[in-house]
């Protein structure tokens, strides 16, 4: 369920840009791009007022499909494929998969094929076709980060768990018994507990 909608949100952002710079909206790239920059601003103090301390962005759903909006604008107001800012999007493939489901990096692939490939006949095909083929040689990549990344995240979380087990049960133990040398051990695995948190936290 996850995978779907995070796979819906980019594919969501990716048609809105398709449908702008293909029809008659596309003279009016700007003044959308600039309403999309003015809303996410707005939603961003609004939440801030709300929630103060949080952070600005925790990679929610719709602050992935602002994001992904305003950039894939941003590039084809500035020349498209053959925008300086074409690079933003390597950006965007790897830091993606640390947002969502690494499994999602081929979706956003799959959307920006679809957006430039109307635009690939404009300007050096070759020079359009070699960005392109990098971003699909760089997603396998991306992909391979996102699933360590994930496996890392998921080992940390599971020592967290268990260490904060032990050390719960060692403080039931402690209260349970009267014997110094029992007390002593039960201290020490909890001490050894406590070094093996503070060592995963590290990682």
Same mark, same amino acid.
């Given at each position: 369920?996850?995978?779907?909608?995070?796979?819906?949100? =980019?594919?969501?952002?990716?048609?809105?840009?398709?449908?702008?710079?293909?029809?008659?909206?596309?003279?009016?790239?700007?003044?959308?791009?600039?309403?999309?920059?003015?809303?996410?601003?707005?939603?961003?103090?609004?939440?801030?007022?709300?929630?103060?301390?949080?952070?600005?962005?925790?990679?929610?759903?719709?602050?992935?499909?602002?994001?992904?909006?305003?950039?894939?604008?941003?590039?084809?107001?500035?020349?498209?494929?053959?925008?300086?800012?074409?690079?933003?999007?390597?950006?965007?493939?790897?830091? *993606?998969?640390?947002?969502?489901?690494?499994?999602?990096?081929? *979706?956003? =692939?799959?959307?920006?094929?679809?957006?430039?490939?109307?635009?690939?006949?404009?300007?050096?095909?070759?020079?359009?076709?070699?960005?392109?083929?990098?971003?699909?040689?760089?997603?396998?990549?991306?992909?391979?980060?996102?699933?360590?990344?994930?496996?890392?995240?998921?080992?940390?979380?599971?020592?967290?768990?268990?260490?904060?087990?032990? *050390?719960?049960?060692?403080?039931?133990?402690?209260?349970?018994?009267?014997?110094?040398?029992?007390?002593?051990?039960?201290?020490? *695995?909890?001490?050894?507990?406590?070094?093996?948190?503070?060592?995963?936290?590290?990682?």
């Amino acid at each position: 369920m996850r995978f779907f909608t995070q796979s819906s949100t =980019l594919l969501l952002a990716s048609a809105i840009v398709l449908i702008i710079v293909s029809t008659p909206l596309s003279s009016y790239m700007i003044p959308i791009l600039g309403f999309v920059i003015a809303f996410s601003v707005i939603l961003i103090v609004i939440r801030q007022r709300g929630n103060y301390g949080e952070d600005l962005f925790v990679g929610s759903n719709k602050e992935v499909f602002v994001l992904t909006l305003a950039l894939l604008l941003t590039i084809f107001v500035t020349g498209g494929l053959s925008s300086n800012l074409f690079f933003l999007l390597y950006f965007l493939l790897f830091g *993606i998969v640390f947002l969502f489901e690494p499994q999602t990096v081929f *979706i956003l =692939l799959l959307g920006i094929g679809v957006v430039f490939f109307q635009s690939l006949g404009e300007g050096d095909l070759i020079s359009n076709l070699i960005k392109l083929g990098s971003l699909a040689l760089l997603s396998p990549i991306s992909y391979f980060f996102g699933r360590e990344f994930q496996r890392r995240e998921k080992l940390s979380s599971e020592i967290e768990d268990k260490t904060g087990q032990i *050390i719960e049960d060692a403080e039931t133990l402690k209260s349970h018994t009267q014997n110094e040398e029992a007390i002593d051990e039960i201290e020490d *695995i909890a001490e050894k507990a406590q070094e093996l948190r503070r060592e995963a936290e590290k990682e």
